[in-house]
């Protein structure tokens, strides 16, 4: 059993949490493609944007949080949401909206979104220094340790609590969408228009709005995912590039343009990151007995090893575009 | 009836007037720097300029030519510079003089028997088993064959790093090292290429970066095979090194090499963009569907272009690898070995081999300029911070200065993109009347 519990700590936990991260971030991804058609690659610089606005905050007003009894980060998580909105809505007016009333391609908007990425991290750096630093700066991150009452289990199931701040907000987040989506009229007429823009301007809707709204959701959902990751771990200036792969191949894992999508495959990749890198010796541990020998004595059945994760997202990717390039859900957009 | 086409009629001849001013400009600049910093370095300097304008060859064949975005350069030039090491660096005795080779040789024959039985079960449909369990025995028999074979092969590797330290070369000259660098980026690009060029081209854009950190994260944690961060000193050069005859002059000769390499390369691409196949390459990018339509095989020739481009990747890669006499897998960083060249393209003229070279030359003079300029610039702000408010400036802030050039980097693509989206010596496209 103890074997098990690792396993759910190693696995079920740490999956759950990449894949939550995630998710969010290849909402925002999906929700760009779908109405603008472009594969906006500024989207862990977004991510790391809105960590870095909450890291500021919380330096500047460490006490914050004491007085209502939460982390201060999460006090100032919505704030950070609001300046991340802005700053993706000014980037499209500085940068993405004279390309667009040009006319060009949609793979020199990728191109301008690399500038954009390379502006950002140039700015982060230039005020957050290279170097890693805890968003906890007054506060301390609790940590549960769940004993399980079943005999014979020694380790507990172990949660910290910006998790479960992060399983909570992922399912506000995913809800919220849902509604959104589904329910208001802005966000029929960001379906309508991601499914035929012209016939959606045509009809009425005016899609300047729509492109706006589309950015204050984009930058909002990456303020959030950039924040919950670096309070799961810590706040790093150079997180996008490798928060880019996986984000994009779960965006086309779950068909691209379909945000359900997004989330599902937001936890494939989480799910599948964390098993690729996961030792299975363990889990063969109890029967080992009762195991050929070159089996049990196998010290280390991991698929990659943690320095390779890289390699899983780039693996589902390249498997998704062979199979099935319009992913799980049939994506609207090729 | 007249012979001759319209289309190989000559262009009426014009004097360059453009092309005349711009270089002379980039050669008073390049005299200004030999000026300011010495002989030595300024050659340092054109030397690597030149394997940056192969990278960037290689690149405007992709964009300029075909309209692919390549934006993970990085790797192919990584995969350029490890063979560069690993076929000139002398013979490692330690390693070949042990029982370690024949390991090696006996999990690598593994490898590829695992990888035929996959193959194999792959096939099995057709001696007639079903579809779907065709499938799953084949990803269960990929999965355990995976297993084993790693876990034998991180053995012989573990064994390699402690007896030996790595395998070392095959100390063959340094040409043959840029060649193989060449095929083997050319190979990783046929991959990639066939998996992803007939979606959508974002896809193209999204599977580099995603090759390009692979190679690098491969190349830096096989210690046994490139000694990872330890890294490798000493690559010999094909020419005189500078032991023999002095700084100045082994630099001018290894520039003579890469003078000779790009003026090689800039004489067959401007056949091949004159040539028939130019004229097909560029009827695809400007309209895919009439090019379809006249029977042109879109994808093969897609295929064909973006290997090419990655061919030339690889060899500048190594080149420069072979130049800088150093091989550091942490040393290849997207910005100074991606987004640079991109700018070099984009500002030069993609599509214009001319433009292309211009671009290379004249990002990298700036670029190696700027880095003393933003620490001067910097160190000013910090004088002034001092003086006007008593701001006590952090520490890293040397570091922090040169981050600033990331972010003209990225204003630059982004304005250039803007306002002069064909460079400043664009393609010249014929108008036939």
């Known amino acids: 059993m103890n074997e098990l519990v690792f396993f759910i700590n190693n696995v079920v936990i740490a999956g759950s949490v990449t894949g939550s991260i995630y998710a969010i971030g290849a909402v925002g991804v999906t929700l760009i493609f779908s109405i603008m058609r472009f594969a906006h690659f500024a989207h862990g610089d ?28 999460l006090i100032m998580l919505p704030l950070a949401i609001v300046l991340t909105a802005a700053l993706a809505v000014g980037i499209d007016r500085a940068f993405y909206k004279p ?36 968003l906890y700066v007054d506060d301390r991150k609790e940590i549960f340790r769940l004993a399980l009452p079943i005999e014979g289990v020694r380790v507990p199931v172990v949660v910290t609590e910006p998790q479960l701040y992060l399983f909570v907000l992922t399912i506000v987040c995913v809800v919220g969408l849902h509604f959104f989506l589904s329910r208001s009229r802005l966000g029929k007429a960001m379906r309508a228009m991601s499914d035929n823009p012209a016939l ?32 799961d771990v810590t706040f790093k200036p150079d997180l996008s590039f490798f928060l880019l792969l996986p984000i994009f191949a779960a965006a086309i894992v779950g068909g691209v343009g379909h945000p359900y999508g997004a989330i599902a495959g937001g936890f494939v990749v989480g799910f599948a990151e964390t098993l690729a890198v996961f030792n299975w010796s363990v889990l063969l541990r109890p029967f080992r007995d009762s195991l050929p020998d070159w089996l049990a004595q196998a010290g280390n059945l991991a698929f ?31 | 009836m007249s012979t001759t086409r319209t289309d190989t009629v000559a262009a009426p001849r014009r004097f360059p007037l453009r092309e005349v001013i711009l270089f002379v400009a980039l050669l008073v600049a390049v005299l200004g720097v030999y000026g300011v910093m010495g002989a030595a370095y300024s050659t340092r300097m054109l030397v690597e300029a030149a394997c940056y304008a192969i990278l960037a060859l290689g690149l405007t064949i992709q964009w300029g030519y075909a309209g692919q975005f390549n934006a993970g350069v990085m790797g192919f030039v990584a995969l350029g510079g490890f063979c560069a090491m690993f076929f000139s660096v002398p013979v490692n005795e330690a390693f070949w003089g042990s029982e370690l080779p024949g390991e090696l040789g006996v999990v690598l024959a593994y490898i590829v028997g695992a990888v035929l039985l996959v193959v194999g079960a792959s096939r099995l449909d057709r001696l007639g088993v079903p579809k779907r369990l065709r499938t799953l025995i084949t990803v269960v028999l990929a999965v355990v064959l995976y297993l084993v074979v790693i876990s034998a092969f991180r053995d012989v590797a573990g064994q390699i790093e402690d007896q030996a330290g790595f395998i070392g070369g095959l100390g063959l000259p340094a040409w043959v090292g840029w060649i193989i660098g060449g095929a083997l980026a050319g190979g990783v690009g046929y991959f990639i290429g066939h998996v992803c060029l007939g979606l959508r081209s974002d896809y193209l854009a999204i599977a580099t970066i995603g090759i390009a950190e692979i ?10 095979l490139t000694r990872g961060t330890a890294t490798y000193s000493q690559l010999p050069w094909p020419v005189p090194g500078p032991a023999e005859v002095g700084f ?10 890469t003078a000779v390499m790009i003026a090689v390369i800039f004489f067959l691409l401007h056949r091949a963009y004159h040539a028939p196949w130019g004229r097909m390459i560029r009827a695809i990018r400007d309209n895919e569907i009439s090019a379809a339509a006249m029977g042109k095989d879109i994808n093969k020739r897609r295929l064909e272009i973006f290997v090419l481009g990655c061919i030339l990747m690889g060899i500048g890669g190594a080149v420069l690898a072979s130049f800088n006499s150093l091989f ?3 040393g290849y960083l997207p910005l100074n070995h991606t987004f640079l060249v991109l700018v070099m393209v984009i500002l030069g003229g993609p599509g214009n081999n001319l433009g292309t070279i211009f671009g290379a030359l004249a990002v990298y003079v700036i670029w190696l300029m700027s880095e003393p300029l933003a620490l001067f610039v910097m160190e000013l702000v910090v004088n002034f911070g001092e003086g006007a408010f008593g701001w006590e400036a952090p520490a890293s802030l040397d570091s922090r200065a040169l981050q600033a050039r990331v972010f003209v980097i990225g204003l630059l693509i982004t304005l250039v993109l803007r306002f002069a989206p ?12």
């Open chain 2, 248 to 257: 100045t002059l082994a630099r001018a000769l290894y520039f003579s090499v």
């Open chain 1, 46 to 73: 977004m991510m790391t944007f809105g960590a870095f606005m909450v890291l500021l905050l919380t330096t500047l007003f460490p006490q914050a949080g004491a007085a209502i009894g939460v982390p201060t980060p």
């Open chain 2, 422 to 433: 064909k460079g400043l010596l664009p393609e010249k496209v014929k108008h036939v009347d």
């Open chain 1, 200 to 231: 959606a301007q045509a009809s009425g809707i005016n899609t300047n709005t729509i492109v706006a709204v589309t950015w204050v959701i984009a930058g909002g959902l990456a303020a959030i995912a950039g924040t919950l990751l670096s309070l």
């Open chain 2, 328 to 330: 550091d897998p942490q």
């Open chain 1, 99 to 134: 390309l667009r009333a040009h006319g060009v391609k949609p793979i020199v908007m990728v191109i301008g979104s690399l500038g954009v990425t390379l502006m950002l991290q140039g700015l982060i750096r230039l005020f957050a220094g290279t170097g890693g630093e805890s």
């Open chain 2, 215 to 224: 190679i690098k994260a491969f190349l830096k944690n096989s210690d046994w």
């Open chain 1, 304 to 334: 990659v090893g943690t320095e390779y994760k890289i390699v899983v997202p780039f693996f589902i990717l390249v498997a998704i575009l062979v199979w099935r390039p319009t992913g799980i859900f049939k994506g609207k957009v090729i």
